[in-house]
């Protein structure tokens, strides 16, 4: 049997370890601090359990496959909510837009703020992330991709024709024409630092992942899941260990 070391317990280097443990490894976690999680950790401060990272999940389909890797069922180690709305945007001239999974619901308030024709476009630009997270996980976020060649495949021919590599920016106003939808839609670009007009349009399966796959919150806070199963039957064993080279700052500050 194959023993594998994964050093960090943040959800990457969990999910990894629940990979490994049901391809047959004995695996160890080494963790330096005193509860699983990484960024995705919790303060106690006061008597109170405050969400040192996230707050909400995106995805949650995710962690579920990590646990059902080693024979777990997620319902049964975590609880998760819809957050519904995802967002509400007010804008500057009074309006308002609450984002919504719901595609004909959100629809429907789109035409009642902005007109029967930007609601037109919102449905093009829904069918254009449900496309773009299709060819791109499968192709490639969901992927090993070990060599430059093996990017050269009918997906990325796909996502050229679907328009990905263009701007964001431009590529949303190709269905968006009121700037209130367009900035609403496209924001989520900020998260991995580029603003929409610089960013691809690839860039846009991050809305897809909040405004249309949909948000969720654990009610205990979003330390949640790195809690859940923390020993599964196949698991892996996980131990605290000394800092690896790097220590991260107090996170009581």
């Known amino acids: 049997m194959n023993r594998v070391v994964v050093v960090g317990a943040g959800p990457a280097g969990l999910s990894a370890a629940l990979r490994l443990a049901a391809a047959g490894c004995e695996v160890t976690v080494c963790e330096q601090a005193s509860v699983p999680g990484g ?7 006061g008597g109170y359990v405050l969400d040192a990272g996230p707050t909400v999940l995106t ?5 579920a496959e990590a646990l059902a890797c080693v024979g777990e069922d997620a319902a049964d180690w975590l609880e998760l909510m819809p957050v519904d709305p ?3 945007a007010h804008f500057a001239d009074g309006s308002r ?6 595609t004909d619901a959100m629809a429907d308030q789109i035409a009642r703020v902005c007109g029967a024709r930007e609601a037109e476009g919102y449905r093009r630009y829904v069918a254009f992330l449900r496309a773009l997270y299709r060819y791109e996980c499968r192709e490639f976020i969901d992927r090993n991709v070990d060599s430059v060649r093996q990017l050269l495949s009918p997906g990325l021919a796909r996502l050229v024709a679907l328009g990905a590599f263009r701007s964001l920016d431009a590529k949303a106003a190709s269905c968006l024409r009121d700037p209130r939808t367009r900035r609403l839609f ?12 610089r960013a691809r349009a690839l860039y846009a399966i991050i809305s897809y992942m909040d405004a ?5 919150h654990p009610p ?10 923390p020993r599964p039957r196949r698991g892996p064993q996980r131990r605290r ?3 690896t080279g790097h220590q991260r700052g107090d996170s009581a500050r």
């Open 97 to 102: 837009l609450d984002v919504l999974t719901d």
């Open 59 to 63: 995805l949650p389909e995710t962690i």
């Open 220 to 229: 205990r806070t979003a330390h949640r899941p790195p809690h859940a199963g």
């Open 212 to 216: 249309v796959a949909g948000v969720v």
């Open 241 to 243: 260990s000394q800092p």
């Open 186 to 197: 496209t924001f989520q670009a900020l998260y991995a630092g580029l603003a929409p007009h």
């Open 86 to 88: 995802a967002y509400r």
């Open 39 to 45: 960024k995705a950790c919790s303060v106690t401060s």
